[in-house]
């Protein structure tokens, strides 16, 4: 018994559906393996294989394996940074509106980490929501907190996979905020045991320690 962490580079051609992602891993039920190791291995090549499949230049990607012995360690903590769902706003957009994105282009630039948990779109297969907490930091113009907090609520009637929501969201503040530098990392609630956490950077930086909040 384990529990695993899988980091897969935005780089890869492909995504793997959740779901066939959970059917291939309850086909190691009944496998025999010499060590934790050689599941690992088997898991990466195939994983490796299917996100790379068709690229002129393939990689790898990253798989941990926690034993059971060591669930004990694994933590649990919230994104950092200021709590958009403080402020009272009225929404009336329920699908993805760049246009509610605003920035303060005669001020001073800031330097800000802003955290939602309204963010809530569909699978884009099977139509089934998905919720999640979402983590803005930047630096640049100041943006408007009430439009980011409309805009990250205007997903609700969206299908998407998160990864594509993240990759949206990110995009859709860049061009309309233009800051200097944007990460935007979301947490997803897991739905068939697997919970999808996108991450997307402007800058090269290490990636956010993988903690588990506490609606995953």
Known sequence: MALAHFTIPCETPHIIESK?????????????FSSLEEVRDAIRADVSEAVWR????????????????A?????????PGLLLDRLDIECDQYTPDPTLLTANHDE??????LVSHLLKSNCLVTGQPDWGSVQISYSGPQIDQEG???YIVSFRNHNEFHEQC?????????????????AVYAR?????????????????????????????
């Open 148 to 150: 980011l907090l409309k």
């Open 20 to 32: 066939s992602f959970k059917l291939y891993l309850n086909s190691f039920n009944s496998s025999r």
């Open 71 to 79: 669930f004990a360690d694994e933590k649990m903590g919230e994104l």
């Open 166 to 182: 993240v990759e949206r969201i990110f995009m859709d503040i860049w061009t309309r905020c233009k800051p200097i530098k944007l």
């Open 108 to 113: 001073a630039p800031v330097s800000e980490e």
């Open 54 to 69: 068709g690229s002129d230049a393939p990689r790898t990607i990253g798989v941990k394996l926690v034993a059971a012995e």
């Open 188 to 216: 997803y609630t897991r739905r068939g045991g697997l919970d999808i956490n996108p991450f997307r950077t402007s800058h090269p930086q290490a990636l956010p320690k993988n903690l588990r909040n506490a609606r995953q």
